[in-house]
């Protein structure tokens, strides 16, 4: 987990779609949002925040290949101590472990 989170910044993500799709509503809570193809607008609090993504190119690991997934995120109307709230539960939710 980070300790700040700027207005807009952007991830690289190692998962397929669906599986994004499948993990952003608890991710989100219980901010309303709305999808729009591969964009969700959601409203936080004073403020909203604006998620984008895009299909890469897989992650190749010797025979291993991982996918990826491109997301932004741009925060309007929160101060960095809103937007660490949101991104510190949002975060936990998008976690994924291995061993």
Do not use: N
């Amino acid at each position: 987990m980070q300790a700040h989170y700027a207005e807009t910044f952007e991830r690289d993500m190692g998962c397929t779609e669906a599986e994004w799709l499948g993990w952003l509503p608890a991710a989100l809570g219980d901010h309303a949002w709305q999808r729009s193809g591969p964009s969700v607008q959601a409203r936080i609090g004073p403020g909203s925040l604006q998620i984008d993504w895009r299909p890469a190119a897989p992650r190749v690991l010797g025979s291993a290949r991982i996918p990826r997934l491109l997301v932004r995120f741009a925060f309007a109307g929160l101060d960095d101590g809103q937007r660490h709230a949101f991104m510190k539960r949002f975060d936990v939710y998008m976690q994924r472990g291995g061993g």
